[in-house]
């Protein structure tokens, strides 16, 4: 079956550490990973995909299919940074698309 | 702006009551995605509708139905309202289209509150 595991709830930082979101996966094929991002009164938005291989915001994420994850790092946090972040699995084809149960990253001045 | 709209923005109604939440995707996308966003339960994948035609179907109580019309707006219809069922109800679209990207595009939610 297809699951994703986002193990921390909340995550505390200091302005200019580095942060990392933890997602895991499970799922059989080779599926798309996404991280998407809601910010405070906004509506949940795309933040990066694994095929794009881009760095958004200074956040990159790699996959690694050997150990079934997808972290999301950004070297420096800044205080716009706070948001609920979720990662996601899709099998592509325009079928549905798996949400983990969210991080709420918290960067403190 | 992804396009997608919802409405109502609140909706507030007592156990027991029945609902519609409804949903136009962005312009050209064929399929539209509801999701059930609660506190404890992060973001639950209820159900996806393909033009018109239901294609996915996650944890959609029996309660709840959906449907897609021809013009491709989505309607979300939650009855026998429980308490439990207060949450934030968001839709997504997108192309829908085999070997397309499958970035989803999320309006911006309908809050249900069932007292």
């Known amino acids: 079956a297809q699951r994703v595991t986002q193990p921390e709830k909340l995550l505390s930082v200091f302005k200019g550490a580095p942060v990392e979101l933890k997602c895991n996966y499970s799922?059989?094929?080779?599926?798309?990973l996404f991280w998407y991002v809601q910010y405070s009164r906004q509506r949940l938005q795309l933040l990066l995909r694994?095929?794009s291989r881009e760095s958004i915001k200074g956040f990159t994420a790699d996959l690694n299919k050997g150990e079934t994850s997808f972290h999301l790092k950004k070297p420096f946090a800044q205080e716009e940074d706070s948001a609920m972040y979720y990662c996601?699995?899709?099998?592509?084809?325009?079928?549905?698309?798996?949400f983990g149960a969210g991080t709420r990253l918290f960067v403190k001045a | 702006d992804s396009g997608v709209t919802q409405t109502p923005k609140h909706l507030i109604t007592a156990t027991g009551q029945r609902v519609t939440l409804r949903c136009s995707p962005r312009?050209?996308?064929?399929?539209v995605y509801w999701y059930q966003q609660s506190l404890d339960q992060g973001l639950q994948f209820l159900i996806q509708?393909?033009?018109?035609?239901?294609?996915a179907k996650g944890n959609i109580l029996e309660r709840f139905s959906a449907q897609q019309f021809p013009d491709l707006h989505s309607e979300l219809n939650l009855s026998s309202l429980e308490l439990g069922d207060s949450a934030l109800y968001f839709c997504?679209?997108?192309?829908?289209?085999?070997?397309?990207?499958?970035?989803?595009?999320f309006g911006p939610g309908t809050r249900l509150t069932v007292l």
């Open positions: 312009s050209g996308d064929l399929s």
């Open positions: 694994h095929i």
């Open positions: 997504a679209s997108n192309p829908g289209l085999a070997g397309g990207q499958d970035t989803q595009y």
């Open positions: 996601a699995l899709s099998r592509g084809g325009g079928f549905k698309t798996i």
């Open positions: 509708y393909y033009n018109g035609e239901e294609r």
């Open positions: 799922y059989s094929g080779s599926p798309e």
